[in-house]
């Protein structure tokens, strides 16, 4: 009976929701969640065969949890993490350093030019890239500790996941590494023009 009440809880919200654009992830996490309680309600929930959907909206705590429900669901998110953030898909960790290479090399071109909108441009860019780089390490760091603890249900394709785990913890090294030095050359560069504007008034207080 509560099954069948979530249900039809579900479809009366689907039914009754207004008609505002929504997220497309978002819609699909609803409809992921719906399909779930309509499989429950005729007992024949599967979740493992959901996770790969539910995947990017599971924090990592309920994460973990989710993997010691059962081994076919740490089964499922081992080999879910690899096809989706691990290999080559557009939400892979290669391709989003993909797209924020290419900020950086616009905020090193701002910061060659020298200017001080440049700079400041520079400037910005540096926070949403310093940002961006250290919730891409973060994230390998818990994909690498899951892989760990629960990879061995995946048998030989833990070697591949953990190689890729790897080779992905070293890319996002090496662009944080470009960033911090990037950062560097706009603090030189800040503090050479403060010198320099200070050197000025000294000089026209002297002249005066």
């Not at 949890?65 to 080999?79: G, N, P, Q």
Request: charged letters at 25%.
């Amino acid at each position: 009976r509560r099954r069948f009440e979530s249900c039809l809880f579900v479809r009366r919200a689907r039914a009754c929701a207004p008609p505002l654009p929504r997220h497309r992830c978002g819609m699909e996490a609803f409809d992921a969640l719906a399909e779930v309680t309509d499989a429950g309600a005729h007992g024949a929930v599967c979740l493992p065969s959901m996770l790969g959907r539910l995947l990017p909206w599971l924090q990592w705590p309920e994460l973990r949890r989710v993997c010691l429900a059962e081994k076919a669901c740490s089964r499922e998110i081992v080999r879910t993490i690899h096809e989706r953030y691990l290999k080559t898909s557009p939400t892979s960790i290669r391709e989003r350093l993909e797209r924020l290479g290419r900020r950086l090399n616009g905020a090193q071109a701002a910061q060659a030019n020298g200017s001080p909108e440049a700079t400041a441009t520079a400037s910005t860019d540096l926070l949403v890239l310093r940002q961006s780089a250290f919730v891409l390490a973060e994230n390998c760091g818990k994909y690498a500790d899951l892989f760990e603890h629960v990879g061995f249900v995946v048998g030989d394709e833990l070697d591949e996941c953990a190689t890729a785990v790897l080779g992905a913890i070293e890319r996002v090294q090496s662009f944080q590494d470009a960033v911090n030095r990037l950062q560097s050359a706009v603090v030189e560069s800040q503090e050479r023009r403060r010198i320099s504007c200070r050197s000025r008034v000294e000089a026209a207080y002297a002249d005066d």
